[in-house]
């Protein structure tokens, strides 16, 4: 073990040992949504869905070509914001999150970390960009629903609370009646990190490749695990 690991661990075991509370992302800390089901994809037919309507316009070059879902459905709440097209995007963003649950790829040592989490008695909530209906079906799917609920907080049509605005982790603390410094924000994208950092929350990033790690350490986040076996393993001996 060389001297930057053992001061990584330590810095991970003080973060876990004052964490009574734990908001996790969805879409990478718990599993890999779109594992089976290609976010591009979805991307892309959502473009194609807003063209066949004449509505070419309202996206530009970039944002057509982002391959992000997400960013589709935010470019057109800018230029509509609470609009009914926005609503029937969102639903068909979500229809097609729904469908990707079934062949979403849970995170390795995610289940037993949460199930070992909520064990010794810390709250545990979601924070997520993703919808609270996707979310449901799939931690139902694991066995995994009665750990978090009712404290799932995810995307409304109300698009401009999506991280990296603090509104899902803010939503998390109150309901609960936690103070910022006693949670634990757990996700895998530079939003999350400043999303939590805008609710005053420690972060601990999960990178599950260097590129994902760079990109959270170049965002200014200073623990990040590329697994959650190390988490887990420091759970339980704190238990």
Known sequence: MTAET?????????????????????DGPICRLFAGHKAERVAIDLVDWLEGRG????????????????????????????????AELEERLTQEELRATSSAMPTAYADPLIRTWAAVGSRLAIATNNSPRVVRAYLNSRGLLSC???????????????????????????AIGAAPSSALMIGDTPSDLAAANSAGV?????ARNARKE???????????????????ALVRAQA
């Open 55 to 86: 509505l070419h316009g309202l996206l530009t070059e970039d944002e057509r070509q982002s391959l992000d879902p997400h960013v589709v459905l935010r470019a057109v709440d800018r230029r509509h914001p609470g609009s009914d097209l926005v």
């Open 6 to 26: 053992e001061k990584d661990t330590e810095q991970l075991r003080e973060l876990i040992a004052r964490t009574r509370i734990v908001l996790w992302d969805f």
């Open 202 to 206: 420690p972060f601990l990033g999960y």
């Open 148 to 174: 978090f609920s009712p404290h799932i907080y995810g995307r409304t049509q109300n698009l401009h609370h999506l991280k990296p605005d603090p509104h899902c982790l803010n939503r998390g603390l109150s």
């Open 214 to 232: 760079k990109l959270l350490r170049e965002a200014g986040a200073t623990c990040v695990v590329e697994s959650l076996r190390s988490v887990l």
